[in-house]
């Protein structure tokens, strides 16, 4: 409880700094630096699950992203400027440019390190090295991991409808998938841990083949030698505006 008021009480604080800025406003400027955020994880936690911005608007303000759909229609992946939605049945879709955002981060990434990562047999593992890699991990992070994979495993979830559950329910019914000898692509984020409740702290990472014909949040993987592409941010975006609160 006193950890979800902190929580709160840290997005009002964020709120009140980004009006100042005139940040709210539709002010952006899309610097490679700058971090844009659909919802709070201490709101969508909770179960909201509503549109905060369009795929469309998403482009906009970046080329690289993960985070999840109106009503958690699937997990969103956007990778070189393209937005992927894996559903509950595992399938890869290009959705239209209206489909809303409930929660999720972009930004445009122009790595500004890039290393060669030796084989790792476990997703501890490879985060392990991840972090490693990171000049501070106080700081915010956008990762990507390219290359083969000896084994994966993924989910994705369905569809919810008002009045929505909480997160941890949805989680509890979500599809599981495995994938052995793929290459493809690990993106996503590494939030410390004072950002606990704004996001999620850790890496929130999602997967996609090359063939962009499977993927999702991942939760296993074995890799290969791959590649690792970091960029720190230095600013953060957050809109709290959702479109359809009504339940």
């Known amino acids: 409880m006193i950890r979800n008021l902190w929580s709160l009480r840290l997005v009002l604080v964020l709120i009140i700094i980004l009006s100042m800025t005139g940040i709210l406003h539709g002010d952006e400027t899309n610097s490679s630096s700058v971090l844009y955020q659909a919802g709070s994880f201490a709101i969508f936690e909770k179960g909201e699950y509503s549109e905060v911005f369009s795929i469309d608007e998403m482009h906009h303000l970046g080329n690289f992203g993960v985070g999840g759909f109106e009503d958690m229609d699937g997990e969103l992946l956007q990778l070189d400027g393209t937005v992927y939605q894996i559903t509950k049945d595992g399938l890869v879709n290009t959705p239209p440019g209206d489909t809303g955002v409930c929660f999720g981060n972009t930004l445009n990434f122009t790595p500004e390190s890039s290393y ?46 008002k009045p929505y559950p ?79 609160e009504e339940n």
């Open 116 to 161: 060669t990562i030796q084989e790792t047999s476990t997703l501890e593992e490879l985060y392990a090295v991840i972090k490693e890699s990171l000049p501070d991990p106080e700081q915010i992070y956008a990762v990507r991991v390219d290359g083969p994979f000896t084994n994966l495993s993924f989910r994705s979830i369905s569809i919810q409808e």
């Open 166 to 244: 909480p997160l941890s329910a949805v989680i509890d019914n979500q599809s599981i998938f495995h994938l052995e000898n793929a290459t493809g692509t690990i993106a996503g984020f590494w939030f410390p841990g004072w950002m606990d409740g704004v996001n999620y702290a850790g890496f929130h990472l999602h997967f996609i083949t090359d063939e962009r014909d499977a993927g999702g949040h991942i939760l296993t993987a074995e890799s290969g030698v791959n590649t690792l592409s970091i960029q720190q941010v230095s600013q953060l975006n957050l809109y709290l505006d959702y479109k359809n």
